[in-house]
């Protein structure tokens, strides 16, 4: 039996099968929000469902299918954007630790393809998670981002990453027909002093929607990048499990 399965694809005795020898999941989180002129609405949901799947083919787990829905309080005003309140997603994340508790699943791991969703992830694991329920909870968002920085061609905008060289490359390499790299421009929009220590935040400083330069992005790139991330969360994802002596790696 193979140590990764989509359960999107899955019918339910290959779930029952999987879960019995394998009791783990893998969940994706993306966002519905702006992508500047040349990225869609969906970016961040298709770069996690695609971590999600590599990193499973890399080590275990049930790959769910992805929430289209995130922590997008910065986009609120910006159309097209559908975000959870914080208090919302932090529910929306125990609620889905319950799920899968209650037939068997002993741990999860959440990657993220949008930046915000681990703030509310952190605290719903902390506060309303741990101690209380009997499954371990994993997240993390672009793992690799450092190495990912140092190889870009492009300078980063600081302090964050949107519709620049990574994820457009990411695109490329994911669905190259979504991507119109006709209307990709740069953008660097001023930083003002109290940029996220006030009510400021991306959403309030943005231009073309773009923070960065997605212009020397490729899908070569997008690839590799991809591959990284996939291989930088199958490691943490294997160490999280022989932590808690729940996966030891070996074909039972
Ligand atoms: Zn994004």
Known sequence: ??????????RLPEIRAFAKRFPFAILPVGSTEQHGPHLP?????????RIAMETAKRSVGLVLPAMPVGYAWVWRDIPGTVTLRFDSYMQFIRDVAESLER?????????SGHGSNPQPIKHAVRELIHEKLGI???????????????????????PEIHAEEIETSMMLAI???LVRMD?????YPPLPADYAKSELSM???????????PRPATAEKGRR????????????????????GLYDGAES
């Open 175 to 177: 669905a190259p027909d």
């Open 183 to 187: 209307l990709a421009e740069a953008d």
């Open 203 to 213: 959403g309030h400083i943005m231009r073309s929607g773009v923070f960065g330069d």
């Open 103 to 111: 037939w068997g699943v002993k741990a999860v791991f959440i990657i």
């Open 1 to 10: 039996m193979s140590s990764w399965l989509d359960a999107g694809k899955a």
């Open 41 to 49: 609405l969906n970016t961040d949901t298709l770069i996690a469902e």
């Open 136 to 158: 371990k909870v994993l997240f993390d968002v672009y793992a690799g981002l450092d190495q990912m920085l140092a190889e870009a061609d492009s300078k980063r905008w600081q």
């Open 225 to 244: 990048w991809i591959d990284i991330a996939a291989d930088k969360s199958a490691a943490l994802w294997l160490a999280y499990l022989a932590r808690h």
